[in-house]
Every structure is written in structure tokens, then in C-alpha cells.
């Protein structure tokens, strides 16, 4: 049974930081490109940030210079550490798992920026 799991979103001000976490199971980790996408109310899912196999990265436009995406093979995990959070950086992020033809979603964390 496939699970990926997110943990780490919550309440942060502006200006703050947040660290989410992927942890996967049931997958073949390392041979799965990894990407974070979020969903802000009443907004389409966006894409946010990815990581490949070989450990190449890239970020949307929004969020580059402020997010950074890492792994780690051996724990089955996948990080995206938050920098410089904005108010719209506000949605539920979720992580999924891709290596054609296999796509997995986990279930998201919420983040909200605020004040």
C-alpha cells in the first residue's frame, strides 16, 4: 500500500518560516521524482516545486529564492523548507510522487500565513 504523508504545516506570520515533510511508503523512493504542489481556497492546484531523481531541482516563479526542496533516499522522505512566507503563500500543500506511469498524492498540510 502506497501512503505519502505530510506533517509540518500550520500557523506562521509573515515574514516566517515552516519546514513540511513527505513520508513515503510502499514506493521505490529513489527512483521517484518528487514535487510539491499546493491548492489555495477556491484556486486551482499549482505547481510549486520538484525534485528528480539525479537530485535536479525547480521552482515556480512564486516561490523561488524562498523555498528550497531536499530528499533523502534513505529515510523515504521529502522536505520543502518555507522562507519568507507570504500571506499567499497561503493553501494546502500537497506531495506527490511520480515515475511514469505511476503518480501518488498524498493527503496535504495546511498553511496558513497570517497575522
Known amino acids: 500500500q502506497v501512503q505519502l504523508v505530510e506533517s509540518g504545516g500550520g500557523l506562521v506570520q509573515p515574514g516566517g518560516s515552516l519546514r513540511l515533510s513527505c513520508a513515503t511508503s510502499g514506493i521505490t523512493f529513489s527512483m521517484y521524482a518528487m514535487n510539491w504542489y499546493r491548492q489555495a481556497a477556491g484556486k486551482q492546484r499549482e505547481f510549486v516545486a520538484t525534485i528528480t531523481t539525479g537530485r535536479s531541482t525547480n521552482y515556480a516563479n512564486s516561490v523561488k529564492g524562498r523555498f528550497t526542496i531536499s530528499r533523502d533516499n534513505a529515510k523515504n522522505t521529502v522536505w520543502l523548507q518555507m522562507n519568507s512566507l507570504k500571506p499567499e503563500d497561503t493553501a494546502v500543500y500537497y506531495c506527490?510522487?511520480?515515475?511514469?506511469?505511476?503518480?501518488?498524492w498524498g493527503q496535504g498540510t495546511q498553511v496558513t500565513v497570517s497575522s
Open positions: 506527490k510522487a511520480t515515475s511514469f506511469p505511476n503518480v501518488y
